[in-house]
């Protein structure tokens, strides 16, 4: 689903230049759950942000869905991004004057979607994350649990590809932190690609691969360790 080779990334602010991903590859498969850990400013969200098109390589090569997306204006890039990437922040991201049900609509007027479809694809998202009563609330009203539960929404409601994650659970308590994890597994068992960004080694080993980033370079690769009852718990 997703090639990186060889790729370069480094940032330039007045002349001091910062190297945030050096030579890195990558191969995401379809179905795959891939944690990527680090120490904090190691590229994991430049990484991020690179695979979600977001933002551009210096060098190097990007394929998603095999497409040759270099090539790409920014509105075709926009285009294959609203159709196929949900993304999820540690800071949840929601828009502070829209409720609920608004912001999980929001990718689909972006697509296009009719206002029937539209309310009925917002309605059996919400029930499948159990929000529906939240609908008409703002995010400001909600918990941290919950607004990420929105944002999870939004990101699904469109039926991606492939699920971008940033630390999810970073700014939860332990018990809406699992919440979430488990949210992202049921969902990687129903077949979405998921790329997490984490700091937890807990969350971590919900992924079927691990992938260790120092210094923008990739340091190793490590099989799925089966996890126990108790961390499921
Ligand atoms: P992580 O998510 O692992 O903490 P980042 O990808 O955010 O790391 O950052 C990698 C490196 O690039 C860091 O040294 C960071 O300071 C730098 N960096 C990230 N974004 C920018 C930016 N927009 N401008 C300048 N430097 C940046
Ligand atoms: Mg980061």
């Known amino acids: 689903m997703i090639t990186l080779k060889d790729i370069q990334k480094a940032y330039r602010i007045h002349d001091i230049e910062t190297v945030a991903l050096d030579s890195l590859d990558l191969t995401v ?31 190097g090569s990007y394929r998603f869905l095999d497409l040759n997306i270099e090539a790409y204006s920014e ?10 990437l949900g ?9 502070d004057d829209l409720t609920v049900a608004e912001n999980i609509e929001l990718p689909l007027l972006y697509n296009k979607v009719g206002k029937k479809q539209r ?3 917002v309605q059996a998202i919400m029930e499948r994350l159990s ?9 400001q009203h909600l918990s941290g649990g919950q607004q990420q ?30 919440e979430v994890m488990r949210l992202l597994t049921e969902l990687n068992q129903q077949g979405t690609t998921i790329v997490m960004v984490t700091h937890s080694e807990t969350d971590a080993q919900f992924g079927n691969r691990i992938v260790h980033l120092l210094d923008g370079k990739m340091i190793s690769r ?7 009852e108790v ?3």
Do not use: W
């Open 29 to 59: 498969n379809q179905g795959d759950f891939v944690s990527i850990m680090g120490p904090s400013g190691c590229g994991k969200s430049t990484l991020l942000s690179i695979i979600g098109m977001l933002d551009s390589c210096d060098s």
């Open 87 to 95: 993304y999820i922040f540690q800071s949840f991201n929601l828009v």
């Open 222 to 228: 490590q099989p799925k360790v089966v996890l126990s």
């Open 231 to 233: 961390q499921y718990a």
């Open 149 to 178: 539960r929105v944002a999870i929404a939004r990101a699904l409601v469109i039926e991606p590809k492939l699920i971008l994650a940033d630390e999810p659970t970073g700014n939860l308590d332990s018990e809406n932190g699992t």
């Open 119 to 121: 309310r009925a694809r």
């Open 75 to 84: 509105n075709q890039l926009a285009k294959l991004r609203s159709r196929n």
């Open 131 to 139: 929000i529906t009563h939240r609908a008409n609330h703002l995010p």
